[in-house]
Nanobody, 123 residues
């Protein structure tokens, strides 16, 4: 099982970025994939998740209406489209899976993690 994130970078407030999570060793259309982020000095927090059973989607309250999670089964990749970015969105973003079909609420439930991609929102 391997997860590789990409797409991070530096953008101004109000800008957009699209993160990618390329998976190998399993099918993203079967298992849930979560996006998490960790800002300096803060705990890692859940951002969004898409389940592999009924395609249910979840968002943290802080990103609802601004972020969109999606999946390309042919590319075995999950995306996180981030719009209207704010300085408080600055963090390292990781994707993860528990190899379970449903999204799990706790980050401790996720065994497999990508290395992360840095997102910096600053003027």
């Amino acid at each position: 099982v391997q997860l590789v994130e990409s797409g991070g970078g530096l953008t101004q407030p109000g800008g957009s970025l699209r993160l990618s999570c390329a998976a190998s060793g399993f099918n993203v259309d079967y298992y849930a994939i979560g996006w998490f982020r960790q800002a300096p000095g803060k705990e890692r927090e859940g951002v969004s998740c898409i389940s592999g059973s009924d395609n249910s989607i979840y968002y943290a309250d802080s990103v609802k209406g601004r972020f969109t999670i999606s999946r390309d089964d042919a590319k075995n990749t999950v995306y996180l489209q981030m719009n209207s970015l704010k300085p408080e969105d600055t963090a390292v973003y990781h994707c993860a899976t528990s190899l379970r079909r449903l999204c799990r609420p706790r980050r401790a439930d996720y065994e497999y993690w990508g290395q992360g991609t840095q997102v910096t929102v600053s003027s």
